[in-house]
C-alpha cells in the first residue's frame, strides 16, 4: 500500500506541467499537508479528468466527481480536524488571497450558513512562478496564518485542515492552476 502512496504523490508532485494549459511553465508541488498520506491522511477525491459529464481520476478509474477541480487531502474524523492538521504552500510562491471566519459545520447540516459565493470556504490563493497559482479551500476558521502580499517557501504553514464551506467532511481542497487564459 505505501509504494502505491507513493507512486500516487509522485504523479501529484510532478504532473501538473503535463495536464496543465501548454502556454503555463514549468511547475513542481510538494505534499500541502503535513500528515502522512494513507495513515493520518488519504486522498479522497483527484481532479476530474474525463471532459463528459462522467468523471474519472487521473488513472482512469472512479475517484472524482463531475467537474471536480482538484485534489482532496482528507482526515478520518472531526476529532482529528479538531485537533488541529497543518495546511502547508505546496510551491514557493505570494499570497494572492485569504478568506477566514466562515464556520466549520457540514454545508447538509442544518445548521449550516449560507455560502453563496463562498463555496471554497476559509482559503487562501498563492501566486507561483511560470504562470501558475494554487488554492487551498476548506480551511478550518481562524487557522490561517499568512497575509496578502506575503511571500511563503514550499512546507510553509498556510492554515489547518477544516470544514468550511461547500463540503460534508474536514479537509483541503488544493486547486493548482494556470494564470494565464
Known amino acids: 500500500m505505501k509504494v502505491k502512496a507513493l507512486s500516487t504523490l509522485a504523479f501529484l508532485l510532478t504532473a501538473a506541467p503535463l495536464l496543465a494549459p501548454a502556454q503555463a511553465g514549468a511547475f513542481t508541488l510538494s505534499l500541502p499537508v503535513d500528515c502522512t498520506l494513507n495513515e493520518t491522511c488519504f486522498i479522497q477525491q483527484f481532479t ?3 471532459p463528459s459529464p462522467k468523471a474519472t481520476d487521473y488513472t482512469c478509474g472512479p475517484l472524482s466527481y463531475d467537474g471536480h477541480k482538484g485534489t482532496d487531502f482528507a482526515v478520518p474524523t472531526l476529532r482529528d480536524m479538531e485537533n488541529g492538521v497543518t495546511v502547508l504552500a505546496a510551491s514557493p510562491g505570494t ?3 485569504t478568506r477566514d471566519g466562515i464556520p466549520d459545520i457540514a454545508s447538509n447540516a442544518p445548521n449550516a450558513p449560507d455560502i453563496t459565493n463562498q463555496d471554497c470556504g476559509n482559503a487562501v490563493v498563492i501566486t507561483h512562478a511560470g ?3 494554487t488554492q487551498y479551500c476548506h480551511l478550518k476558521r481562524g487557522s490561517v496564518v499568512v497575509t496578502r502580499g506575503q511571500t511563503v517557501s514550499a512546507g510553509t504553514p498556510v492554515g489547518q485542515i477544516g ?3 461547500n463540503t ?3 479537509h483541503l481542497h488544493l486547486s493548482p492552476r494556470s494564470r494565464r487564459r
Open 48 to 50: 476530474d479528468r474525463d
Open 131 to 133: 504562470g501558475w497559482e
Open 163 to 165: 470544514l468550511s464551506g
Open 168 to 170: 460534508e467532511f474536514p
Open 95 to 97: 499570497i494572492r488571497a
